[in-house]
């Protein structure tokens, strides 16, 4: 069955970085494109990057453009989140996202904490 695992949240300063992983399996990973999204308290979930299955293709919102940087490993199933100059306002939990057919599939989420 497909699954994804989230990893390497926490609580990190304001201007400070951190690298998130998603570890996937159950799916042809190679060949499927991945998105991360989060979700703050009383929020929507928002899409806030994406990467296509080859890793050329990448899409950022606007609010996280210039400062995070979605890349994969296929040999290692996994999708990364680089984000650096982390605000207050990135607070949220963080989840992996792959689309089979209409599917959805969701990791369980990291948490980031972006407080002084």
């Known amino acids: 069955q497909v699954q994804l695992v989230e990893s390497g949240g926490g609580l990190v300063h304001p201007g400070g970085s951190l690298r998130l992983s998603c570890a996937a399996s159950g799916f042809t990973f190679s060949l499927s494109a991945m998105r991360w999204y989060r979700q703050a308290p009383g929020k929507e979930r928002e899409m806030v990057a994406f990467?296509?299955?080859?890793?050329?293709?990448?899409a950022y919102a606007d609010s996280v453009k210039g400062r995070f940087t979605v890349s994969r490993d296929n040999a290692k199933n996994t999708v990364y989140l680089q984000m650096n100059s982390l605000k207050p306002e990135d607070t949220a939990v963080y989840y992996c996202n792959t689309r089979i057919a209409v599917q959805d599939y969701w990791g369980q989420g990291t948490q980031v904490t972006v407080s002084s």
């Open positions: 990467i296509r299955w080859t890793g050329g293709t990448t």
